[in-house]
């Protein structure tokens, strides 16, 4: 990961940070009064106090760039690109179409789901994380909701929407066989550290199932 080069600046997006243990979102101003924010939600929750400055920065840093962050040493700095500043709906079809192919074979019987228990913990990462963005930001709404339409309602799952990372419906995305998933990333894509999709991640190596469960 990287850290913020200045404090006096405001970064694109603002000060902000969500707690990926419990979800919760801090706003604030400047960067003092984030961590002051942060504090005393984490000596609640029983969170490590002494990691708050670096988790901070780190996670602001996933989604900015050199310009405002410098990287940790001996670290290859490949920041996050987010896709849904520029979404039209030309671009969503196209970033959704390998989705929208599989969940059609789904549908059909010539394809499976992955299993619920995985599907499930995805889910719950991409609901705590800052790259999870609502399709009703965009004009390209309606893609995400023909794709989330297809998906079988026990397979839906709250507070998620689109991945900034890569433009495609979570709510597809967290249900598919990692397989598919990996053939239909673009390389150029960038996940957080902490994605499921990250290749150093526990969901994405071994273990992981490609059946319906």
Request: net charge neutral; with cysteine; charged share 20%.
């Amino acid at each position: 990961m990287a850290l913020i080069r200045s404090f006096r600046d405001v970064p694109p997006g603002g000060w902000k940070y969500i707690q990926p243990e419990t979800g919760v979102w801090f706003i604030s101003d400047n960067y003092d009064d984030l961590i002051k924010k942060i504090e005393p939600h984490r000596s609640y929750k029983n969170l490590p106090l002494d990691t708050i400055h670096s988790d901070v920065q780190r996670q602001l840093c996933a989604g900015l760039t050199t310009t405002e962050c410098q990287p940790e040493p001996g670290e290859n700095y490949r920041p996050v690109k987010d896709l849904t500043t520029t979404l039209t709906t030309a671009k969503a079809i196209s970033l959704t179409k390998s989705v929208a192919g599989i969940l059609a074979e789904v549908a059909s019987g010539r394809s499976a789901l992955c299993d619920k228990t995985e599907a499930a913990a995805r889910a719950d990462i991409c609901r705590r994380c800052p790259f999870n963005r609502s399709a009703n930001l965009c004009s390209c709404s309606a893609v995400y909701k023909a794709i989330e339409a297809a998906i079988p309602k026990d397979r839906r799952y709250p507070d998620i929407s689109v991945c900034a990372a890569c433009g495609c419906s979570l709510q597809a995305k967290v249900n598919l066989p990692l397989g598919v998933i990996k053939a239909s990333n673009s390389p150029e894509v960038v996940f957080p550290a902490w994605c499921w999709q990250h290749p150093d991640t526990p969901l994405n190596g071994a273990g992981t199932s490609d059946t319906t469960g």
